[in-house]
């Protein structure tokens, strides 16, 4: 047994790992007690990373080997590396030859390590010479970096993590901090903990976890963030609470910005925002921090998506600055604005210039003496000036035919991107679709005219950044499965063949030498580290040998340490070294409700899954704490529609549709709905159905061109489906994970189908779960094949079939006579109960032919399993409130006796703050006399 210490490739807090492995298997992993991101915690995602990494769930779903369609809509067919990389430089070629080198793009991902980002960035700027190299961080992250360089004169974040334990004030807004970044969260509970004078303030039109355990929860409406950001401003002006010196030495811009506010009064505010304006005044005061002897204590800001995923999400993010700048709340412990990145690289790939609007170490694209620097380092006559096509405008130009060739790597955009029509249109108009992934199983695949495999976690070797700037190494366990290869070494290969078959743009120094002749990662980082010199985000004191130990940026060279914390002199990176106060008139969300769309939707995360799911996904357990897509709204919207939970529902928006099961929920406000984004068409569809982001409207911020992913007007009606079918089962895990993806396949033809994994990994087999309805009855030969799919056709199987109404039963017992698998179609009003007994193993066998006539009440009463709270221990919500009622004590002391009975809480501790909502709602238990 050999250990390597590495970093997760989940969300951008960057915990280091320790991964576990013997010869070629990756048998662990546990946090890095010495990493100073999360110092040993990691969350439910973090720490089941090893079971995603299990042989048989890669031979399932993992890019194994070069694939190729002849056609598109033909199966793939396997190809060798060699001819499936002289494809790529010849189609590109070609497509650049013809049309020009802005008919070619390429699609990145915040999940590339720095090195990749850099080959691909060099590729398509350098070589080819289009600015068209976008990545999904434009979907998360661009409004922050815009945000920062318009106050900041760079995309630079002040703050870091250890500003948590420092703060007197915490602001969180736009971020559900304790389900996204869980470990981060832990930090805040133990500064509330060592100092409860500690105040959190959360701004969400939920009422999250995160907001649920905050001393003030400002439940503003949808798209109002700017209008409270001015009040705040507003109220500090009133009653002198801003710093005057600090502003006259230090910034510029304050008088516009102060004349701007001046009508955004707690009143006015609280109107459009629906706040109260008593909580408006209180929030403005613990901001700023003014004691009665005039000093003043830090407050420190975070965000993430539901400020950046806005039409107006720079707006969002300068007049949140703009309160730090007029508070003197920056460059000092515990104070500042501090951006939790979504993507466990997203920081690295706004370092090399990653995106289509910027160069290598934040230069400026728009720079001709910054443009020069880059060709000189790469040794090119120039990189081109005009701007390239970001994520929305690509695919916008691949729909329209001016983009003929897309190379799209680690990332899904058939699932990530809004408006799914428009991506779909020009994923099918694009000529040349090259998708480069660990995973076969995404719904970009279905349109990819070639399949390269890329290594994953465990298995690649590099750098990422996290949000507080600092760089980990990520090292490789195992090596890749089957023929896969690192990106970088992939773009690397391309490239040296485009180098003989496109025009040279090479200078006459460096004329008949590659580009791209690195050997390792270390390579490619020690080339970016050089292209770092004299920028603001200078590396050039570190060195590979040096990252075996996480550093922070800048660290120049001569440099004894990184910076924990930027500004702490009050000078910015600006010519006159002064931050920029913003003065934004606020706009509305793009969408508004109306007679036609009178709901709100917004978008956010789920606490155990990541993205599309693509890794996250093919664990059972993480889906135990949710089991499958829902729509919440509000108690009151689904009593006046007279809706009952998990009935079908339509959204549509002005782009699309999509079905779901409705669940009233008291977290969102009446009038609004809420659906987590990771529900794409891999897990949730139908015919003409692509999965959430189907609704999403690709209005963009027009500084940062990202997105509003989090907003849509919608209306929700009743879906009409009276057939269902509803099935479950238990199967060997060495074949679970494909068959479902069989049964997604079946279910595209149905106007609702949803299929997902359950289970308590590792183990030997693994349960499947399915939903699926259609307008009229389906015959049984159109699930015949679901029925052998779920080894339902064996002769002791039980069954029952009405033919003429589309009706069926199956139901298979085990051996030991507990439910092995079941189908109900037609009539669904069983699948409850008889889900429950299947998962929890209830003996079944005496009730034989009895349960083909069973209806919504099983025969037998029993406990019906509650909604799972913690996903390490498997502890249920019905459990806790038992136990609760003879726990003794304070909260303290009771939460202590719970643990010690249902060790809820005792591992990742990412089930915290349910379980701690669970002992504030239940009283504590009476002492006997």
Same mark, same amino acid.
């Given at each position: 047994m050999a250990e390597t210490r590495s970093t997760c490739p989940y969300c951008g807090v960057g915990c280091g790992v320790v991964i576990e492995h013997d010869g070629p298997r990756i048998t662990g992993v546990r946090g890095d007690p010495e990493h100073p991101a999360n110092f040993g915690r990691l969350c439910t995602k973090g720490s089941t990373l090893h079971l995603t990494a299990a042989p048989h769930v890669t031979a399932q779903v993992r890019a194994l080997q070069p694939l190729r369609r002849a056609a598109r809509g033909a199966p793939f067919q396997t190809v060798g590396w060699d001819a499936a990389l002289d494809e790529v430089a010849d189609r590109f070629a070609s497509i650049v030859g013809a049309h020009g080198p802005d008919a070619v793009g390429l699609y990145l991902s915040g999940q590339l390590l720095t090195e990749d980002y850099y080959a691909f960035n060099k590729l398509g700027k350098g070589l080819i010479g289009t600015n068209?190299?976008?990545?999904?961080?434009?979907?998360?992250?661009?409004?922050?970096?815009?945000?920062?360089?318009?106050?900041?004169?760079?995309?630079?974040?002040?703050?870091?993590?250890?500003?948590?334990? $420092?703060?007197?004030?915490?602001?969180?807004?736009?971020?559900?901090?304790?389900?996204?970044?869980?470990?981060?969260?832990?930090?805040?509970?133990?500064?509330?903990?060592?100092?409860?004078?500690?105040?959190?303030? @959360?701004?969400? *039109?939920?009422?999250?976890?995160?907001?649920?355990?905050?001393?003030?929860?400002?439940?503003? $409406? *949808?798209?109002?963030?700017?209008?409270?950001?001015?009040?705040?401003?507003? @109220?500090? $002006?009133?009653?002198?609470?801003?710093?005057?010196?600090?502003?006259?030495?230090?910034?510029?811009?304050?008088?516009?910005?102060?004349?701007?506010?001046?009508?955004?009064?707690?009143?006015?505010?609280?109107?459009?925002?629906?706040?109260?304006?008593?909580?408006?005044?209180?929030?403005?005061?613990?901001?700023?921090?003014v004691a009665d002897d005039g000093r003043r204590a830090p407050t420190l800001s975070l965000w993430c998506q539901g400020l950046n995923q806005s039409s107006s999400g720079t707006d969002k993010i300068t007049s949140l600055i703009n309160l730090h700048l007029a508070c003197g709340q920056i460059g000092r412990p515990g104070a500042g604005p501090l951006s939790l990145t979504g993507q466990p690289n997203a920081m690295g790939g706004r370092e090399v210039g990653g995106l289509a609007t910027m160069l290598s170490a934040h230069r400026d694209l728009a720079d001709p003496a910054q443009r020069a620097e880059v060709a000189a380092l790469w040794g090119v006559n120039e990189v081109p000036a005009a701007p390239g096509k970001t994520a929305v405008e690509m695919f916008r130009a691949a729909a329209e035919g001016e983009i003929r060739a897309l190379w799209i790597t680690c990332t899904n955009p058939a699932h990530s991107m809004p408006e799914q029509a428009l991506v779909r249109r020009a994923l099918a108009r694009c000529e040349f679709v090259v998708l480069q992934d660990a995973y076969a199983t995404t719904a970009t695949a279905d349109f990819a005219d070639l399949l390269l495999p890329a290594s994953s976690w465990g298995e690649k070797e590099g750098t990422v950044t996290n949000s507080e700037r600092r760089i980990s190494r990520v090292r490789a366990a195992v090596p890749p499965p089957g023929q896969a290869r690192a990106d970088w070494q992939i773009a690397a290969s391309v490239a040296r063949r485009l180098e003989a078959r496109l025009p040279s743009r090479r200078t006459v120094q460096t004329s008949g030498q590659t580009m791209f002749g690195w050997?390792?990662?270390?390579?490619?980082?020690?080339?970016?580290?050089?292209?770092?010199?004299?920028?603001?985000?200078?590396?050039?004191?570190?060195?590979?040998?040096?990252?075996?130990?996480?550093?922070?940026?800048?660290?120049?060279?001569? /440099?004894?340490?990184?910076?924990?914390?930027l500004f702490t002199d009050g000078r910015f990176a600006t010519a006159d070294g002064r931050a920029r106060f913003h003065a934004p008139a606020w706009k509305p969300t793009a969408e508004q409700r109306d007679a036609a769309y009178p709901v709100s939707l917004l978008t956010g995360r789920l606490r155990d899954q990541w993205h599309g799911m693509s890794r996250s996904g093919t664990l059972g357990r993480l889906f135990g704490h949710a089991p499958g897509p829902v729509l919440e709204m509000h108690p009151q919207d689904l009593q006046r529609?007279?809706?009952?939970?998990?009935?079908?529902?339509?959204?549509?928006?002005?782009?699309?549709? +999509?079905?779901?099961?409705?669940? %009233?929920?008291?977290?969102?406000?009446?009038?609004? +709905?809420?659906?987590?984004?990771?529900?794409?068409?891999?897990?949730?569809?139908? +015919?003409?159905?692509?999965?959430?982001?189907?609704?999403?409207?690709? +209005?963009?911020?027009?500084?940062?061109?990202?997105?509003?992913?989090?907003?849509?007007?919608?209306? @929700?009606?009743?879906?009409?489906?009276?057939?269902?079918?509803?099935?479950a089962a238990w199967l060997p895990a060495g074949e679970a994970l494909a068959l479902r993806e069989r049964l997604r396949r079946w279910g595209q033809g149905l106007d609702f189908f949803n299929c997902v994994p359950f289970g308590r990994e590792p183990g030997a087999r693994l349960g499947i779960c399915l939903r699926a309805a259609a307008a009229t009855p389906q015959r049984v030969q159109a699930w015949q094949g679901v029925v052998a799919d779920l080894g339902l056709d064996h002769a002791a199987t039980l069954r029952y079939d009405d033919p003429r109404n589309g009706r069926g039963r199956r139901v298979k017992l085990a051996e030991d006579g507990t439910l092995q698998a079941f189908l109900l179609a037609g009539d669904t009003a069983? /699948?409850?109960?008889?889900?429950?007994?299947?998962?929890?193993?209830?003996?079944?066998?005496?009730? %034989?032919?009895?349960?083909?006539?069973?209806?919504?009440?099983?025969?037998?009463a029993g406990p019906a399993r509650s909604v799972q709270v913690c996903a390490c221990n498997d502890v249920d919500e019905d459990a806790i409130v038992q136990a609760l009622r003879h726990c003794e004590g304070n909260a303290e002391d009771r939460l202590s006796g719970l643990q010690a009975q249902l060790r809820c809480g005792t591992s990742c501790g990412s089930c915290l703050p349910a379980v701690k909502a669970l002992l504030r709602r239940q009283p504590a238990a009476v002492a006997a006399p």
């Open positions: 068209n190299v976008d990545t999904n961080s434009r979907l998360c992250m661009s409004s922050a970096v815009t945000g920062h360089k318009a106050a900041f004169g760079s995309d630079l974040v002040p703050a870091c993590y250890d500003d948590l334990a $420092l703060a007197q004030t915490v602001f969180i807004t736009g971020a559900n901090m304790a389900w996204a970044h869980p470990v981060l969260y832990r930090r805040l509970e133990e500064a509330r903990r060592a100092n409860p004078a500690l105040k959190l303030i @959360v701004a969400d *039109p939920r009422r999250t976890e995160t907001a649920a355990e905050a001393d003030l929860h400002l439940q503003l $409406l *949808p798209g109002t963030d700017v209008v409270l950001h001015h009040a705040l401003l507003h @109220v500090m $002006l009133w009653e002198q609470l801003t710093d005057a010196t600090w502003i006259a030495a230090h910034t510029t811009g304050f008088a516009a910005l102060r004349d701007r506010v001046r009508e955004f009064t707690p009143a006015h505010a609280a109107k459009v925002c629906g706040l109260q304006a008593d909580d408006i005044v209180q929030a403005a005061r613990w901001f700023a921090n050997t390792c990662a270390e390579e490619v980082w020690n080339e970016h580290r050089e292209s770092t010199r004299g920028r603001d985000l200078d590396i050039t004191g570190l060195s590979w040998a040096a990252l075996e130990q996480p550093q922070q940026w800048p660290f120049p060279e001569g /440099a004894a340490q990184g910076s924990a914390r529609r007279q809706w009952r939970d998990g009935d079908l529902v339509q959204v549509r928006s002005r782009r699309g549709s +999509a079905v779901l099961p409705v669940q %009233g929920s008291e977290s969102v406000a009446p009038a609004q +709905a809420f659906v987590a984004m990771h529900w794409g068409p891999e897990f949730l569809g139908g +015919a003409g159905l692509s999965g959430v982001n189907a609704l999403m409207p690709s +209005a963009c911020c027009p500084q940062s061109l990202q997105p509003e992913l989090k907003h849509a007007a919608v209306r @929700v009606q009743r879906a009409e489906l009276p057939w269902q079918l509803a099935a069983a /699948a409850r109960w008889m889900l429950e007994w299947l998962q929890q193993q209830r003996p079944a066998a005496a009730w %034989g032919r009895a349960l083909l006539a069973a209806g919504a009440r099983p025969p037998q």
